[in-house]
């Protein structure tokens, strides 16, 4: 039993792939985080284009 928790702890074959998966979801967490910041700044771009557009219709419709 140790013999095998002996070869367990000495075998390096995994360890690159493991740092690699590891890697790639801090890459993936930074862009869905900076993806997320700029849907909330397009959303509220586009609610004031939407708010100032109605507002220019009414103005033209009231003169």
């Known amino acids: 039993m140790t013999s095998i928790l002996k070869r367990l702890f000495r075998d390096v ?10 890697i ?3 890459i993936i967490l ?3 985080t900076a993806l997320q910041n700029f849907a ?3 959303q509220l ?7 100032k557009t109605s ?6 419709n009231a003169g």
């Not at 074959?13 to 590891?22: C, K, N, P």
């Not at 771009?45 to 708010?51: A, I």
């Not at 507002?55 to 033209?60: D, G, M, V």
């Open 45 to 51: 771009t586009w609610t004031n284009v939407s708010s």
């Open 55 to 60: 507002a220019a219709i009414q103005n033209a």
């Open 40 to 42: 909330s700044e397009s």
């Open 30 to 32: 930074a862009m869905m």
């Open 24 to 26: 790639c979801s801090l």
């Open 13 to 22: 074959r995994g360890t690159s792939a493991i740092e690699m998966g590891l």
